[in-house]
């Protein structure tokens, strides 16, 4: 097989590339090692900034969003029984944001993509990136039962955080910057309408909590657990007992229950890997950079790698120039880092660590009323829930 842009990975990541750049004009190829149940089973995140939203119109995929997305005018915070709106519009000059699930994106890109090209092949597993600092990279991966290569112009890793792309980058030009949390977030799925209209991000004195939904009728809700948590151990009453406990404040308010149809635990880690790109190989997404989902930047800042590189290759095929292609590690990994920034700072301000001492409750608990009593804190904080320009 032969392309000009090689997709390894089917995620949001690399279905949208595929997306920007068929509509350019430009051929790609996507190999998603699973299948298409289970890409699109997959529960994730689903906060989406404003970019995010563009990107999709921009891909002619934004017809689910449009139809099914719920706008937000703001967020939640919830510490000491007290609750405090933060308020985007206002804070930010218009910006809102849209809840959307991930699995919804991905489905609506497969559809697009199996009925409108480019070609999307599930259960190709991509074993070997070959030779990607030449002109001719080659793409070696198995499907149906057989061993087949992909020559391409380029070739991008959007294979997510255990796929092959990033370990193809030698170790001698690469480093990797990580750090891991003392917790993980124990997330369910309830069909039960949400309780509040808005996100709520509750500190409680037990542990960080989130409310979150998917819909009028389904709500999506996390609670902090200790690192290495079985979500079996977690029955349904002990998860909505302790949801109640972490989100209560002594306003009228409570918490809905409903039946629990799915449950997992995620841990916790940033990460981010130097460069972006190695000769005609470049990375995008989850592939180069972990955030924790405190800040819902995972997908956003996958949406915004994409876009960048979409502009990048449509610039070569109008001008014949890679000067975008040679900017685009640079300019993505200045977003990730104020993303991984924004992401580490409402992780350690909103959960209480097993071990830390009572200064450190305090002082997370001065950071957050810092954000309640001051316009300038909350606006910073809207500024970055909301998402930061394209080119920071
Ligand atoms: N060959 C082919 N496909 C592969 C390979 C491989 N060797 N390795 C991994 N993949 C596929 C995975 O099966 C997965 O479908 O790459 C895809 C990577 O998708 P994601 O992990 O969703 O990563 P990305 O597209 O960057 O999206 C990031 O998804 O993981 C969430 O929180 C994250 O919201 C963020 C978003
Ligand atoms: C979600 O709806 O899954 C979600 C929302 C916001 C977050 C994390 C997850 O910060």
Not at 125 to 153: S, W, Y
Not at 369 to 385: F, G, K, Q, V, W
Request: hydrophobic share 40%; with cysteine; proline share 5%.
């Amino acid at each position: 097989m032969r392309t000009t842009v090689g997709i390894i990975g089917g995620g949001p990541a690399g279905l949208l590339l595929a997306r920007l750049l068929h509509r350019a004009g430009i051929d790609c190829v996507v190999l998603e090692a699973r299948t298409r149940e289970y890409v699109e089973q997959r529960q994730r995140a689903g906060m989406l900034e404003q970019g995010t939203v563009d990107a999709l119109r921009e891909g002619g995929a934004a017809e689910g969003l449009e139809a099914r997305g719920l706008v937000h005018q703001g967020i939640e915070l919830r510490f000491d029984r007290e609750r405090h709106h933060i308020d985007f519009p206002v804070l930010t000059g218009g910006r809102t944001v849209t809840i959307y699930a991930q699995t919804e994106i991905v489905k609506d890109l497969v559809a697009l993509q199996l009925a409108d090209g480019p070609p999307l092949l599930f259960e190709a597993q991509a074993l070997a990136i070959e030779k990607p600092e030449t002109t001719a990279p080659v793409v070696r991966f198995v499907h149906e039962g057989r061993e087949q290569t992909l020559n391409c112009d380029w070739v991008v890793g959007c294979d997510g955080f255990h796929g092959i792309a990033r370990d193809t980058v030698p170790a001698e030009v690469s480093r990797a910057y990580e750090h891991d949390y003392p917790y993980s977030w124990l997330g369910i799925l309830a069909d039960v309408a949400p309780s509040c209209d808005e996100l709520i991000y509750a500190r409680g004195e037990r542990g960080f909590a989130l409310h979150s939904m998917r819909s009028p009728h389904v709500s999506r809700l996390y609670l902090q657990v200790p690192n290495g948590t079985d979500p079996d151990g977690w029955s349904d009453d002990r998860i909505w007992d302790e949801l109640a406990a972490r989100f209560a404040i002594d306003a009228d308010w409570t918490l809905r229950r409903g039946p629990i149809t799915a449950k997992s635990v995620t841990p916790m880690r940033s990460y981010v890997h130097e460069p972006m790109r190695h000769g005609r190989l470049l990375l995008a997404g989850d592939a180069a950079h972990i955030v924790p989902p405190t800040g819902a930047k995972g997908l956003n800042l996958a949406v915004s790698d994409v876009r960048l590189l979409g502009r990048a290759f449509a610039e070569l095929r109008r001008t014949g120039s890679e000067q975008l292609l040679d900017t685009y590690s640079q300019s993505c990994l200045a977003r990730v880092w104020q993303a991984t920034r924004f992401s580490y700072d409402m992780t350690t301000m909103l959960h209480t660590r097993p071990d830390a001492d009572p200064f450190e409750h305090r002082l997370q608990l001065a950071r957050l009323r810092r954000i309640t009593a001051s316009r300038h804190a909350a606006a910073e904080l809207a500024a970055n829930y909301t998402g930061l320009p394209l080119q920071w």
